[in-house]
T-cell receptor
Framework: KQEVTQIPAALSVPEGENLVLNCSFT??????LQWFRQDPGKGLTSLLL?????REQTSGRLNASLDKSSGRSTLYIAASQPGDSATYLC??????????FGTGTLLAVQP | NAGVMQNPRHLVRRRGQEARLRCSPM?????VYWYRQLPEEGLKFMVY????????ESGMPKERFSAEFPKEGPSILRIQQVVRGDSAAYFC??????????????FGQGTRLTVV
């Protein structure tokens, strides 16, 4: 049974700092891993999708990496801004065709 | 191309009433997933449907909850005789899933159910 864990649960950084969010999963037989952003009281916005055959994906100031063998993914945010404040969720998709979510990292970027 | 549409956005029901949550997938998407997010918890899978077919309902509570995705119209998540513990945000996602597994899922804005 797939289990997804995110560390840290909460993170507060000053504006401009680079930061890394961590995601680990127990079953390495995944098809892809997705990172989402959720603002308070809102839905999920897809940030990056990494296929199982890929090592990383980049979009603007975001870079996500995937290491299937160790069951880990990281989301790197460069030059953080107050607008980046949100909850970041990772989710693994495997043979069951459903996303298994971590509990998220609540990020606060202080101006 | 409109995204995944869920309605209502907010729903208030008294204990014992029925709640009906609707989800219209993105155009061209034939697969729908429902997730529940309880307060202070992560998203939990409930059910995965294709048109007129339930693929995986392993996350659905055994009683009071049902889901459908008819040939025409939106997918419906139905909760009968709601209790306070059903208060949560219910999210719908859709994907094309045309035989390929490596597809991105797109989420709606959710329906926030409050049982009073």
């Amino acid at each position: 049974k797939q289990e997804v864990t995110q560390i840290p649960a909460a993170l507060s950084v000053p504006e401009g700092e680079n930061l890394v969010l961590n995601c680990s999963f127990t079953d390495s037989a995944i098809y892809n891993l997705q990172w989402f952003r959720q603002d308070p009281g809102k839905g999920l916005t897809s940030l990056l999708l990494i296929q199982s055959s890929q090592r990383e994906q980049t979009s603007g100031r975001l870079n996500a990496s995937l290491d299937k063998s160790s069951g880990r993914s990281t989301l790197y945010i460069a030059a953080s801004q107050p607008g980046d404040s949100a909850t970041y969720l990772c989710a693994a998709c495997g043979a069951t065709n459903k996303l298994i979510f971590g509990t998220g990292t609540l990020l606060a970027v202080q101006p | 191309n409109a995204g995944v549409m869920q309605n209502p956005r907010h729903l208030v029901r008294r204990r014992g009433q029925e709640a009906r949550l609707r989800c219209s997938p993105m155009k061209g998407h034939s697969h729908v997933y429902w997730y529940r997010q309880l307060p202070e918890e992560g998203l939990k899978f409930m059910v995965y449907l294709q048109k007129e077919n339930i693929i995986d309902e392993s996350g659905m509570p055994k009683e009071r909850f049902s889901a459908e995705f008819p040939k025409e119209g939106p997918s419906i998540l139905r909760i009968q005789q709601v209790v306070r513990g059903d208060s949560a945000a219910y999210f719908c996602a859709s994907s094309p899933q045309d035989g390929r597994m490596n597809t991105e899922a797109f989420f709606g804005q959710g329906t926030r159910l409050t049982v009073v």
